[in-house]
């Protein structure tokens, strides 16, 4: 009878090398990305739905404003881990030559920010 041959398999063996951490971590961090996306539709729909007060003292209690700030934080990293990969993922040519990475790495994260800037102002401004 034969066995078939099954490698043994490290648990951590992303634990082994930095990059494979923040791979990891960055897919991890996905989980919050989900949160704040169900969270912003559950807001979207407290605000059509009238039941804003609901949501609002739902929103307030201390372990949703925890959640929310860890979801902050794992969102952001996702971010920044994304748009410094997408010059790797993409080669951007302009009449024959090619963008460096800086550029399209600093280009993303400009884009990044003024779209936050903007998200920033529609929700804060006063009415």
């Known amino acids: 009878m034969t066995v078939a041959y099954r490698p043994r398999r490290d648990r951590?063996?992303?634990a082994r090398t930095r990059s494979y951490t923040l791979f990891v971590l960055r897919e991890l961090t996905s989980v919050f990305v989900a949160w704040a996306v169900a969270f912003?539709?559950?807001?979207l729909a407290a605000v059509l739905g009238g039941t804003l007060?609901?949501?609002a003292?739902?929103?307030a209690?201390?372990?949703m404003i925890?959640?929310?700030v860890v979801a902050l934080a794992a969102t952001v990293f996702h971010a920044?881990?994304?748009l410094n990969l997408a010059p790797k993922a993409t080669v951007v040519r302009l009449d024959g030559w090619r963008v460096p990475a800086w550029m399209i790495q600093?280009?993303?994260h400009t884009a990044w920010a003024l779209v936050s800037l903007l998200v920033a102002y529609l929700v804060l401004r006063t009415p």
Do not use: D, E
């Open 66 to 68: 925890a959640l929310n």
């Open 53 to 55: 007060p609901q949501f």
């Open 57 to 59: 003292a739902l929103a």
């Open 40 to 43: 912003t539709l559950m807001l």
């Open 80 to 82: 920044v881990t994304f």
């Open 12 to 14: 951590l063996w992303f």
């Open 106 to 108: 600093g280009g993303n």
């Open 61 to 63: 209690r201390p372990w």
